[in-house]
């Protein structure tokens, strides 16, 4: 994992986007190009410093046993707790669980499996979320969805940001760069006509992280951008581009690959 604001490198998450996080801490992480990477990357940051750390989403995230064998399982090192149940220990009480598992200085990732969608796990039930932001020091919500396409343009029904989120971070990834928007922008058919073009590149990624019905749309507390997927030189310049504007519109943003 490396990492860049305008400073230079940086050796963590929290440094790059500029963030203080305040106690019971609720973060947000929408768009797409690495959501799931960087809440695991950010998550075992966290922890490490000694924070109580909490992963769910108010959408879908990938089920943990859809990915386990996957030598990059991008859950390594995260205890899933399954709520109401898994099924497996009928009656467990979730609330406890969770805690005994966040006073071991483990992250807990707390999800529902979706019965609708087997591949899937969704958001717990209210009553746990509850329990979670009284409990933990950090949660790190996945707050919208992509089908891991880099770049993504919110339906009118997203992204899901919790209103009491106090940082919500926009992700949007490098690798659509030089593509036709239609391929590798999920919500393409959304796009307002007046941002449409040829090919993606750095001011359409701009303007889909400053727009307050793009990037921003939904956002809670205070909002940053991170751009991912910069993996070589001409991708980091291409990042730098992309925060110069950001900063131009008073927006804050990190950027660097999270693999």
């Known amino acids: 994992m490396e990492l860049w604001n305008f400073r230079g490198k940086q050796n963590s998450i929290t440094a790059a986007l500029q963030l203080s996080i305040p106690d019971h801490a ?13 809440i695991i990357a950010w998550a075992h940051e966290l922890a490490r410093s000694g924070k109580r750390t909490v992963i769910t989403t108010t959408t879908h995230m990938a089920h943990p046993d859809q990915v386990k064998d996957d030598p990059r399982c991008p859950y390594d090192g995260v205890t899933v707790i399954y709520a109401p149940s898994d099924g497996s220990e009928p009656g467990i009480d979730i609330p406890a669980a969770i805690d005994r598992q966040l006073d071991c200085g483990n992250i807990v990732m707390a ?11 969704m958001s ?6 509850d329990h979670l932001y009284k409990t933990a020091d950090v949660i790190l919500i996945e707050a919208d969805g992509s089908r891991r396409m ?5 339906a009118p029904w997203e992204p899901v940001v919790p209103g009491n989120t106090d940082i919500t971070v926009c992700v949007a990834g ?10 590798v922008m999920y919500g393409y058919e959304y796009l307002p006509e007046a941002m ?12 889909v992280l400053v727009s307050l019905d793009g990037g921003q749309k939904g956002a809670q507390g205070e909002y940053r951008a991170f751009i991912n997927q910069a993996d070589n ?3 980091l310049k291409a990042a730098s581009d992309i925060q110069n504007i950001l900063a131009v519109c008073g927006i804050q943003s990190a950027w660097g690959t999270l693999l």
């Open 111 to 121: 999800v529902f499996p979706d019965p609708e969608r087997p591949a899937k796990v």
């Open 124 to 129: 717990p039930p209210q009553a746990v979320m």
């Open 233 to 235: 030189a001409e991708l």
């Open 150 to 154: 880099p770049l993504k343009w919110p």
């Open 196 to 207: 449409r073009r040829e090919v993606v590149d750095a001011p359409l990624i701009s303007a």
């Open 26 to 38: 609720v973060i947000s992480i929408t768009g797409s190009g690495g959501k799931t990477s960087l």
């Open 174 to 183: 490098l690798s659509s760069l030089g593509c036709r928007p239609c391929d």
